[in-house]
């Protein structure tokens, strides 16, 4: 019965899926909704499995400095294995879920310095944390709420002085004197400089601006001056002087005027207190995030002493008896019944046929992923369907409590054969994800590679003798030119399916092409190559009217090819015939200066003639490409021989006799 009873504060486990681990949260609130079920407001708790890469590298290091820290004993590699499945990581994200579906009780404490690890192996449903995951921000960073237990944080007891013995130290370097009950004063004395110093603050106020604002009337800026801030500094005045009341009165009130004291609640603006009270109800007792998310313009020290502060008043009162109703309101606790339906990844249930719930086709004699046995009572499919891997019913449990299997496996990281430790380039993301914060160092000498796993595209066997069987088809050469077409894959390999019983048992023989040696290449290409010759020392040619002093041509400045010549006569880009200020690609090439881009000249747009387009028109495609990849070459028109004319009928000569028609 206690142990199907759940209250506010405990940790349980929660089921979303069949197959995956249970959900670790913890509750903190039940609430019944209108139609009559209980829904449970959690709080999130993660586990390794469930944050990146990134972050487990991080949670790797800080796993390290614990163990330098508390001296753990050395631990076998699967209880290092195990560890990891013990980690959880605490957040502040909430989540509301159906109180039918908790399936057990389990306890969570944050990781001490006294703990010993392995005795969280010893425990069933026993986990620990020591860091705050934020899901939004995706950071780990240490818990705020650490009780500082161990050798480190103990007082050091000097020894104790005999009865004869004096003391050494200097007192002054060791604590700060700020009050001497053996003075010279009484205490009503010490009480009417008290109520003096409580005057003197309300009058303070009275002329302070700001603060007649805040407490405009004369109950509210003596309640004000009445604040242990004022006595503190009533007290503090009298240290500092002696005990001497005359002169304590002239430092309460200066010439420029008397002292104003206050503290952090008089300073704090209402909208500031509301927005202290909205970060309370949602941070709790965790300053610094309230000073991070909602106060950045406070110090710490005056969020801490505002809390003390505002704990004090009647505001803090109220809001606690109105919790305390709403409270009680709530439910405190909810029974729970044992859940006893069977699970939908059962390969055989007792009493049923083997092959139930979609676990149809798997092989006999398989063994446990995990523990390597080949009997249990009962089976469990787990991982992919087409895997058939399968799980016994001991290691199943420890799969939805944990998360994990009880032994590592190649998805998991498991223990390379060498010692040495691989680099992170060669290693796969599971395994880097999967590597226990409490391994060796030499096992984490390199985290710092890329997350992504390499891959490579490797052609079938099939796809090979398709490519040589259905060229017709494929067109492989056409192909490659024309890499962004689409080809039809199925139609290919139905086509080979088809030629490959009736093609020819012997092999393909390649043919061979005769290839020149490559002190022919480097001659042809030698003569092919144009000369390049000093350019003249005389005036430059100048590219219009408007650039007679620039430097450069036309041809050096746009790289246009001419044609060379059209019926033996030298053509131009634009159709007209060279002049002698023009230079055709046989002349001497001039090399390219960098131009100043301030200098550079104005650009020169050419417009092909009429002429131009007509010689275009008389070259084929095949002369078009070829002038294209090989620019440097001229390019020879052959125009059309011209029409003759066509022969005149000579008409006979006309005489001055008129033409007569009959009728």
Known sequence: MAANMYRVGDYVYFENSSSNPYLIRRIEELNKT????????????????DISGNLNT?????????????????????????????????????????????????NVTLLNETDVLVGYLEKEDCFFYSLVFDPVQKTLLADQGEIRVGSKYQAEIPDKLAEVEADSRVQEKLETKVWDPDNQLKDPQIDQFLVVARAVGTFARALDCSSSIRQPSLHMSAAAASRDITLFHAMDTLQKNGYDLARAMSTLVPQGGPVLCRDEMEEWSASEAMLFEEALEKYGKDFNDIRQDF?????????????YMWK?????????????????????????P??????????????????????????????????????????????????????????????????????????????????????RGHMTRQEVQGMSPFTSSAGRAKLLAKN??????????LTRIARRVCQDILQPRRAARRPYASINANAVKAECMIRLPKASKA???????????????????????PLKLKAPRGAPTPINRNQANQPRTASNLLGKRPFDSVGGLPFSTNGRPFTSGMRTTSQSVIKRQKVNPGD????????????????????????????????????????????????????????????????
């Open 34 to 49: 209108a139609n009559g079920n209980v829904e449970a407001k959690v709080v999130c708790l993660f586990r390794r499995r």
């Open 58 to 106: 991080l949670a790797d290091s800080n796993a390290r400095d614990f163990e330098e820290e508390s001296k753990q004993p050395s631990v076998s590699e699967q209880q290092k294995h195990q560890l990891k499945h013990r980690e959880l990581f605490l957040s502040r994200q909430f989540e509301s879920l159906p109180a039918t579906h908790i399936r057990g009780k389990c």
């Open 295 to 307: 106060l950045p313009w406070k110090s710490l020290a005056s969020v801490v002493q505002f809390y």
């Open 312 to 336: 004090t008043t009647d505001r803090y009162i109220q809001q606690k008896r109105l919790k305390a109703a709403e409270a009680d309101s709530k439910l405190k606790q909810v029974y729970i």
């Open 338 to 423: 044992t859940y006893t339906k069977p699970n939908p990844n059962q390969i055989m249930a007792p009493g049923n046929k083997p092959g139930m719930n979609g676990a149809a086709g798997f092989q006999k004699g398989l063994s446990c992923e995990s523990c390597h046995t080949i009997q249990s009572p009962q089976w469990y499919a787990w991982g992919p369907p087409n895997m058939q891997c399968r799980l016994c019913a001991s290691c199943w449990i420890y799969w939805k409590k944990y998360g994990g299997l009880k032994t590592p496996t190649q998805l998991e990281g498991a223990a390379r054969a060498s010692t040495e430790s691989a680099p």
């Open 452 to 461: 992504r796993q390499t891959f490579i595209l490797q052609t079938t066997k």
């Open 507 to 529: 092999p393909v023989k390649n043919r061979p092409v005769a290839r020149p040696s490559l002190v022919t290449i480097v001659k042809e290409l030698a003569l092919q190559a």
């Open 600 to 663: 550079a000249p104005n650009p020169v747009v050419f417009v092909a003639t009429k002429d131009t387009r007509a010689l275009r028109k008389h070259l084929s495609q095949a002369e078009m490409r070829r002038a294209a990849r090989k620019p440097h070459l001229p390019v020879r028109v052959k125009l059309p021989l011209p029409q003759r004319p066509l022969p005149t009928p000579i008409l006979p000569s006309s005489t001055s006799e008129p033409i007569v028609l009959e009728d």
